[in-house]
């Protein structure tokens, strides 16, 4: 079959795989590994000098369009956002409508069999009148979907002929909104390129004090708990002398029409006061101190010995991260939303890491507690602390741990299970008619 990806407007692709964005490399390694039964091809942003169409060595053909207004798209989500409007502008048919028109324009030329598309519910119909005759298939991943204008949903999935999702946890929320199409709603799930990410040659049992590298990854924002995660540290930094924490990931914060979708959850509404409480306040929180105000707070909330201890790195490449989850010690994912899946956790388990994660959303399924880690409850600073100082504490356990976790990780998220997941999908699309 001849199968297009059409990748979220604001992601670059590239053709050789070195990939930015977590939906970004969830394109390129489900479609790279699709090429061997299937003409695949990946339509995407032109945000730079790439050439419109290229070949990469993966035998995927990318083509791009330059019919991407990023700051105008960006200014009116956010603007938008701020006041509050519903349903939220990503959701409506406004959002990046030139980069959908010139996909559609393009693949109406080209038909292929199957579309597709990642994120953007709005390029459901947008694909359908351009190919009516392809399957489409929506791939989201997460549940924010399921939390706008019930009816607006309806009528675009009655449009795909498919739903794919990164985890249970989000297959069973969608199913549960949308329970009329629960029938066509599959869980394809996320994985990690096993071969990047493996363990260190090196055993990692030694004597207690010495593996006490703590490494979180993901971005930093109050969501994902990195304010929780340091205060934790600072008792673990007192019962462990040896241990650090570095930081990975760039800091900033959702924005608002996102986490106000989320609010219904406590530990969600809880984070109010990072964002602000008025519209002045949420202004002055989301574009003055929009990058900086977070890692502030972040760094007055501990003692100055504590955060001589914490190294916060920014974002790194991807091909850097396989080498930082080799050298630490334990992956910490605080997360105080109900994650989706937990890209990070699964990358850490392939590099044979332990980790401790909060005991929510997708992450509950990934981390076997007191087998590859530990789950904690979402927000428990002294819980997640002494977690964290047990495991550093007992160096035999850790390399047990580290050992099912790659165990764990190779028979549950490699690539190639998720890839003849969703080949299965498409080859039942096309006996259905």
């Known amino acids: 079959m001849r199968v297009a990806f059409v990748s979220q407007p604001r992601d670059a692709m590239a053709a050789t795989g070195s990939q930015r964005g977590s939906v970004a490399i969830v394109t390129w390694e489900l479609a790279r590994r699709l090429t061997d039964q299937h003409d695949v091809t990946i339509y995407a942003p032109r945000l730079g000098a790439e050439p419109e169409e290229e070949r990469g060595v993966e035998n995927v053909l990318v083509r791009r369009t330059g019919r991407v207004h990023r700051r105008l798209h960006k200014a009116i989500d956010f603007g938008t956002g701020l006041l509050g409007l519903r349903p939220p502008y990503f959701a409506r048919p406004a959002y990046f409508h030139e980069y959908g028109a010139a996909v559609a324009d393009w693949i109406a030329r080209d038909p292929p069999d199957v579309v597709h598309i990642q994120i953007c519910s ?15 298939v929506f791939h989201t991943h997460d549940e924010l979907l399921t939390r706008i204008d019930r009816a607006m949903m309806e009528r675009r999935l009655a449009m795909a002929n498919a739903v794919v999702t ?22 394809v799930g996320n994985g990690v390129d096993l071969e990047r990410f493996q363990p260190d040659d090196t055993p990692r049992v030694g004597k207690p004090g010495e593996n006490t590298d703590v490494l979180y990854v993901g971005r930093v924002s109050p969501e994902k708990g990195v304010h929780i995660l340091v205060r934790a540290f600072e008792i673990v930094a007192a019962a462990v002398p040896e241990a650090r924490l570095s930081v990975i990931g760039s800091a900033g914060l959702l924005p608002f029409n996102q986490i106000s979708l989320l609010e219904d959850d406590p530990h969600v509404a809880a984070l109010r006061p990072f964002y602000g409480r008025g519209l002045v306040s949420r202004v002055q929180r989301q574009v003055f101190e929009a990058r900086d105000g977070y890692l502030n707070s972040i760094r007055a909330s501990v003692s100055a010995a504590t955060l001589a201890r914490i190294a916060f790195h920014g974002p790194l490449e991807y091909m850097d991260l396989p080498a930082l989850y080799r050298r630490a010690s334990l992956l910490a994912a605080p997360s105080l939303c109900e994650e989706p899946f937990g890209l990070p956790l699964a990358e850490a388990m392939a590099s044979g890491l332990p980790v401790v994660a909060s005991r929510a959303g997708g992450m509950a ?17 002294t819980g997640l602390a002494q977690t964290m100082v047990a ?37 039942t699309l096309s006996g259905a008619q």
Not at 365 to 381: N, S
């Open 166 to 187: 990164c985890s249970d946890y989000v297959t069973e929320r969608w199913r549960a909104r949308f329970p009329g199409f629960a029938h066509q709603i599959h869980t």
């Open 365 to 381: 399924g990934i981390v076997e507690d007191g087998r590859t880690g530990r789950l904690v409850e979402r927000g428990d600073v």
């Open 122 to 136: 709005q390029f459901i119909p947008v694909m359908r009148r351009a190919v009516p005759r392809a399957h489409i």
């Open 391 to 427: 495991m550093l504490r007992d160096p035999a356990q850790l390399a047990g741990m580290g050992h099912a976790s790659r165990l764990s990780a190779v028979s549950r998220f490699g690539w190639k299970a998720a890839a003849g997941r969703l080949h299965n999908i498409y080859e």
